[in-house]
């Protein structure tokens, strides 16, 4: 069955969403040096690598393709093998000196005419001095099964296809990801198994129309990077080269994401239509919320290679800028688990001068928060509960269960409002929004961690909880003053001294009930 699931993950994967788990299946088979060249400068190699075998070390050039070729697309396609085999232009870590073997990637097969063209030029190509060869589907299939079989060492058949089960039927959630993810962080498990058995899964979450959730996904690579080897000095190579692959598959699903969006995102009735009234008024809050967060995440993503095939990539934080302007639901989350959503939208529109659209934001989440809390409301539910939870929360008033469940005081949403007024200077904002959560017992709270490795857990026991964080009335200028977990929250943290904020905000993101000052700090510092 595993052969199968391998299957449909080549038969429905692009060209840029296999990006990711060549590079991990690469490392699985002991290849080194490994660079990813896709781009506007990758004279026909998509990828470089050097593997040594017994007698001698090889270096390697790979072009990539999706799909099946025919004869057509392989008579297209040979300039630029010709390029792949004879072009030494490519990365400082290209080695000419070495023997040459150059690779054609096909996620799909040769068909038609194809085969023999193909056999003939490889025949020629080993006379040249640097022969072709060609890893087809059926080659990369006993190559990826292999690698999660001795990968995982058999732990991945049974908790994968109960996944992969659970997307096909539609119920799978953010909650079912991260709890699957666990495994990646321990050290006992092969970290570049995990990645292809992350893109598999991200992939099917695609095929779903589930772009956001395999974002998740990618993010809980970057998660696992850092749990593995928290603290080391330098990073742990194979930390740094997860962290990598993780936002390289981040990008991949993001800009699939910002493509669909930015062509034909609907007006918010149009949007509540098209997914299933009445649910589609519940739904509607989550898809806008996080359709804003993870498109801020890939605009606040440092410059790796293929960024630039994001097309019109200087246009996300205005989109994001008018999604927010004319969305309701981008300031309505349903629960304190879209809290930290607020997060990167912030900091973009804060970072591309649109400081006033900040105002009228945190306003806008403010009053919504006051409305949730006051009177006979029930508040919403907490960061970490099913969905079920929150839609009681939600309809709590007025509803026997919300009476059941009894009115809930904490509010992360308004920590996360108080913390970017603060950290924003805008202390008319951090006024209002401190008058209302007072008036209304909105009680901001915090999920804190030391800087280690529980920072990275959802189950750590260390993790220390404040229900009620006594913050100061007036934001000032000295931020020590404004809360006092801000004393232990604001120094720069191990993923701060190592330049990996980026990574911090996407530990948040995924675990969703916590995040880190010193992180969205070095943000405004940039």
């Known amino acids: 069955m595993l052969v199968a699931v391998v299957e449909h993950f080549l038969d429905r994967v692009t ?6 788990p060549f590079i991990a299946l690469l490392l699985k088979l002991g290849f080194t040096e490994i660079h990813y060249l896709h781009g506007q400068y ?3 190699k998509d990828f470089i690598g050097q593997l040594a075998e017994p007698a001698q070390r090889f270096q390697f050039v790979f072009q990539s393709k999706a799909g099946d070729l025919n004869l057509g697309d392989w008579s297209k396609g040979v300039p630029q093998l010709e390029l792949l085999r004879a072009n030494t232009l490519a990365h400082p870590g290209f080695n000419p000196v070495l023997p040459r073997r ?3 990637l096909l996620t799909g097969r040769l068909v038609g005419g194809a085969p023999l063209a193909a056999q003939n030029y490889c025949d020629q190509a080993l006379t040249s001095g640097v022969p072709l060869e060609v890893w087809d589907r059926e080659s990369l299939i006993q190559r990826i099964t292999t690698a999660l079989e001795i990968g995982v060492a058999g732990r991945t058949e049974g908790p994968l296809f109960s996944l992969i089960g659970s997307i096909d039927d539609g119920s799978v959630n953010d909650i079912a990801i991260e709890r699957f993810s666990r495994r990646w962080m321990s050290i006992d498990v092969d970290p570049w198994a995990c990645t ?5 899964v991200a992939e099917r979450l695609a095929g779903t129309d589930r772009l956001d959730t395999a974002c998740d996904t990618a993010l809980g690579l970057v998660r696992a990077a850092w749990a593995r080897h928290h603290g080391e ?3 742990h190579s194979t930390s740094l080269t997860l962290s990598e692959v993780g936002r390289l598959m981040f990008r991949t699903y993001a800009a699939a994401l910002w493509e669909r969006g930015s062509q034909s995102l609907p007006d918010p009735i149009e949007f509540i239509r098209q997914h299933d009234e009445p649910s589609g008024y519940v739904t509607y809050p989550v898809r806008c919320m996080r359709y804003v967060e993870l498109l801020s995440l890939l605009d606040l993503l440092p410059e790796i290679a293929g960024m630039e095939s994001v097309s019109d990539r200087a246009d996300i934080p205005k989109h994001i800028g008018h999604v927010i302007s004319e969305h309701p639901g981008c300031g309505h989350p349903i629960s304190d688990r879209w809290a930290v959503s607020i997060i990167p939208a912030a900091l973009v529109l804060q970072r591309t001068g649109q400081q006033e659209l900040l105002s009228t934001y945190l306003i806008s989440l403010t009053k919504w928060i006051a409305d949730r809390y006051d009177g006979e409301h029930v508040g919403l539910g907490s960061p970490v509960g099913e969905p079920l939870e929150e839609t009681e929360y939600l309809l709590g008033r007025g509803f026997p269960v919300g009476q059941r469940r009894g009115r809930r005081s904490e509010s992360y949403v308004s920590t996360i409002i108080l913390d970017l007024a603060a950290l924003s200077r805008l202390s008319d904002v951090y006024r209002v929004a401190r008058n209302e959560f007072l008036a209304v017992r909105a009680l901001a709270c915090v999920l804190e961690s030391r800087d280690d490795a529980s920072q990275y857990r959802a189950d ?3 993790l220390s909880f404040e229900p009620n964080v006594p913050y100061s009335d007036e934001c000032t200028d000295d931020l ?7 004393a232990r929250q604001l120094p720069e943290r191990y993923l701060q001294r190592i330049d990996r904020s980026w990574d911090h905000l996407a530990v948040s993101a995924f675990l969703r009930d916590r995040h880190f000052l010193s992180a969205v700090q070095s943000f405004r510092s940039t």
Do not use: K, N, Q
């Open 42 to 44: 990758e004279f026909g």
């Open 102 to 104: 150059a690779v054609l």
């Open 460 to 462: 750590d026991s260390s």
């Open 480 to 486: 020590f003053a404004v809360a006092p977990t801000y």
């Open 15 to 20: 060209e840029r969403g296999f990006d990711a």
């Open 196 to 200: 292809l058995e992350a893109a598999i």
């Open 233 to 235: 000095l330098p990073p």
